[in-house]
C-alpha cells in the first residue's frame, strides 16, 4: 500500500472515531470499515499491546481514549458489524457514488419512541 493511501485510511479512521460517522465514496468506505472495525476489537482486548497497535493507525490519544472508553463499552456485547454503510447519491462533480460510514447508534441511548396519543375523538351531535 503506498504510503499516501495509508496516511489517508488512517485520517478517516480517526475522523470516524471522533465523528462517529464520515461521508465518502462507496469504495473507500468498504476498505476504511476493515480498519474502523478493527479499531473497536483492539479496543476490547484492552491490553497494552491493543492500545499501542491502535496509537500506530490512530496516533491521536485522544482518540485513542475514546476507542477504549466509551465505544468500547458500547460494542461490549456486540460480536462484530460495529460499522454499517448508508448509501447516499451520486457526488456532483464526477458523479461518484457516495456513502456515509457510521458506527452503529448505542441502543441504550435511543430514547423510546413515546406512543402516540389517540386522537381525541370527535363528540357525535
Known amino acids: ?12 479512521v480517526t475522523s470516524i472515531i471522533k465523528h462517529e460517522s464520515i461521508r465518502t465514496t462507496d469504495t473507500m468506505a468498504k476498505e476504511v470499515r476493515k480498519l474502523a472495525d478493527r ?3 483492539l479496543g476490547k ?5 491493543a492500545r499501542r497497535q491502535a496509537l500506530s493507525i490512530v496516533r491521536d490519544k485522544e482518540m485513542v481514549a475514546k476507542l477504549f472508553g466509551e465505544l468500547t463499552e458500547r460494542f461490549r456485547n456486540r460480536a462484530g458489524g460495529y ?6 447519491g451520486y457526488r456532483f ?6 456513502s456515509i460510514l457510521q458506527y452503529i447508534p448505542d441502543e441504550k441511548k435511543k430514547e423510546k419512541a413515546k406512543p402516540k396519543r389517540k386522537a381525541k375523538e370527535k363528540k357525535e351531535e
Do not use: Q
Request: avoid cysteine; proline fraction near 3%.
Open 93 to 98: 462533480g464526477d458523479n461518484a457514488p457516495v
Open 83 to 88: 460499522t454499517r454503510i448508508v448509501k447516499v
Open 1 to 12: 500500500m503506498s504510503s499516501h493511501r495509508e496516511a489517508m485510511f488512517r485520517n478517516m
Open 45 to 49: 482486548r484492552g491490553d497494552l499491546h
Open 39 to 41: 479499531m473497536i476489537t
